[in-house]
């Protein structure tokens, strides 16, 4: 086995630990004679499984007791449809949307098929390299909620202050940026994330939503699955869920526990991110695309200015065994995500073969 | 490592082969360096994933080429909305339901909810032991569709003779029997199974559609997510995929190939069904509860008349290593899942127990 520095943008790095752990518990979970792919959602192993990854994240992000939270399928895309169609269709049918980068835009986007969705401040003009100022922005007076992706996994930026929503509900796509710190939950009318970039496989949608923001009846002209209701009721168990994805996650929850939680992990990934940024700032040869106080510390996006030598880089990286450091399709460039699960040797050994290549590439 | 016999209906039993090379692949995916649960959707190694996925199925079932085959999330229970938002809401508005069991009626009450759905047939009157007459329906002139459940899960009948639809195009969920035996794909416009019963984990659902069916253009009301087009378009790679989910499903595809294909499996499958069926048939204390021509080849319901009696019988056989044994909780008893991973000997054992048992109880 030869592990490698995985820089993938989602799905993305886990904790070696986890996986071993998964790997020997494939063939009998704890004694039950059968992998947990193989077990009936309704068993009490799985009850268990499912019922421990939940408390293990209260515990984690200090979740409110007004809060559910919720274990899905489908992706943010499918949050996309899911929010208006809950938060809003059924009340004013307005919201605003700040848009950030292309999942906040296709968030929007998808909005716009259900409600009348109001864009009320962008960082389009600039390739989204930076936040808006969202201290006095336009709010709707009827708007439903505002909405923001918080971490720009595409173009690195992130909140990192919450807009000003004058009292209205925010809800936040927190998929790039989710458990890599401290968050004041009780902010939030829903924070969403796909498990795949910092908690687990891809195909689990974690959801922290207030209940008072859950429609208390059923929405006829609405799909069954994509109603919060359904899933609140049936607490993730309306239908079989993506079982052996939250598996995984609750070992991540798990894992975050023992070391020390989400203040350490904020002091791991803000070091990480220190050392990666510092190093861009002293290269000649290399630069950041992004604002520096929006910066992201998940997603670090940065160009040599020449598109041959980016490749060249990419390729000579990956043969150094650092991976995945393509930007997106969409802008191009170089980007290395940094989530909780890369460790600072991983960082370093960045950092220490763009030194060598910058003076090999002069 | 002990493993037991698990009749679970679903997350149901895998083959073993496929768990040990998940297992021994999960540090480091054949020299990637990393677990697939790691790997970006837009890689080359998960591209590879992928496509011989669907490459392998379309061997085993024989796919024409006028048919998509796509991988989504949500399971079956999402399918019940998305199939008459795409194909019927945007034409006539009318399909009809033959509902024989739980799963059908979920499905008829969805489409409820986007078009006029027509129940033409049920055998709910007698708790649904039985598949109702098809040959003769009064299928609606305007039917966009006709709908079946082809193997019912719960009650334990199957569908050995498709309905007669009248030149409608059938749609059928074969989720509990999906690659258990041959089928003709080109008697159905839409075949579609969740993977968790005989393919592999709860996450994915595998569906199979003719693609003149899939609806040309946006369906504007319509989640993005729930239009089969954007699916066919991005060939299931419109945003992250339960890769993870996939990747097994590709090793049970590939499992199945390598032992004999589905002939193969219907074979085994007849073959273990009727040792089961005959030594229920053959015992004074445990009777079947399904009309014997529509008995399914994969769930195998039977009682002994008494409560307690049943509830000792599935404590008893869970000690000797036989799992999951109870009746769905809507109708008690007990029940005997015998998908293509459950080998004969688990069949043969099961059957042991019982006579064991009936001795012991008389």
Known sequence: MSRVYNFS???AVLPEEVL?????????YQGCGMSVMEMSHRSAPFQKIIDEAEEDL????????????LFLQGGASQQFSAIPMNFSAPKNGVADYIVTGQWAKKAFQEAGRFITANKIATSEDSTFSYIPDCSD??????ADYVYICENNTIYGTKFHTLPNTKGKDLIADQSSCFLSEPVDVSKYGMIYAGAQKNVGPAGVVIAIIREDLVPAEDLPTVPTMLQYK???DKKSLYNTPPCYGIYICGKVFKYLKKNGGLAEMKARNEAKAKILYDAIDESDLF????RAQDRSLMNVPFVTGNPDLDAKFVKEAAEAGLVN???HRSVGGLRASIYNSMPAEGVQALVDFMRKFELENK
Chains 1, 2 share one sequence.
């Open 137 to 142: 922005l336009p709010i709707s007076d009827n």
């Open 20 to 28: 071993a752990e998964a790997a020997a518990e494939m063939m009998d």
């Open 325 to 327: 450091l393509k930007g």
């Open 9 to 11: 943008a989602g799905p």
């Open 58 to 69: 209260r515990d984690l992000l200090s979740i409110p007791e007004n809060y559910k939270v």
């Open 287 to 290: 630069s950041g695309t992004v």
């Open 230 to 232: 359904t899933q609140v």
